[in-house]
C-alpha cells in the first residue's frame, strides 16, 4: 500500500452513500489516506420523449444538482475538519463507469449498497455489483443501516 492511498467514494446523496463515506473517512484516518468523492450524472432517459425536448442548463442542469449533492453529503458526513484530504469530482455518464474509471490505481472503492434507484429488500444495488465485478482494486461496500451514527 502507497504512503498515502487514495480511497474512492461513490457519493450519490442516498443514505447507504453517505454510510459508506463514513466509512471511507474513518478508514482513511486509520491509514493515512486520501478521499477522492465521486458523483456521476446524466440526462435522464425519459428526456425527450413524448415530444418534450432535453431541457436546458437553465431549467435542470443535473451536473449542478450532482455537485451540490456532493457538496453536501461531505459537509453532512465530514463536516469542516474531515482530517483527511478530501477531493471532488463531479463526472458526466453512468455511476458505474464514474466509479471504475476513478478507482484506477485507487487503493479502495468504497460503495454503499444500494443508492437513489433500485428496489427495496435487494441485497446489493446494480451499481454495487458491477463494481464489485469489475474494479480494478479492492471494494468495499458498505450496507445501508450497518454503520453507526
Known amino acids: ?20 463515506l463514513k466509512w471511507a473517512l474513518d478508514y482513511a484516518r486509520a491509514v493515512g489516506g486520501t478521499i477522492h468523492a465521486v458523483a456521476a ?15 436546458t442548463a ?3 442542469n443535473p451536473e449542478e444538482i450532482a455537485g451540490q449533492t456532493l457538496a453536501q453529503a461531505i ?13 471532488r469530482d463531479v ?6 463507469q464514474a466509479l471504475l474509471s ?7 472503492l468504497v460503495v454503499g449498497s444500494r443508492g437513489l434507484g433500485g428496489f427495496s429488500g435487494v441485497l446489493l444495488g446494480s451499481v454495487s455489483r458491477h463494481v ?3 474494479a480494478p482494486c479492492p471494494v468495499t461496500v ?3 443501516g450497518a454503520v453507526a451514527a
Open 41 to 55: 450524472w446524466e440526462y435522464p432517459a425519459f428526456y425527450g420523449w413524448g415530444g418534450q425536448g432535453v431541457p
Open 1 to 20: 500500500m502507497s504512503a498515502n492511498p487514495r480511497i474512492v467514494v461513490g457519493v450519490d446523496g442516498s443514505p447507504a452513500s453517505e454510510q459508506a
Open 132 to 134: 464489485t465485478e469489475h
Open 75 to 87: 459537509e453532512k458526513v465530514a463536516g469542516t475538519e474531515p482530517g483527511v484530504t478530501i477531493t
Open 102 to 108: 476513478a478507482a484506477k490505481g485507487a487503493a479502495l
Open 91 to 96: 463526472v458526466p455518464g453512468g455511476a458505474p
Open 58 to 60: 437553465e431549467t435542470f
Open 142 to 144: 458498505v450496507r445501508e
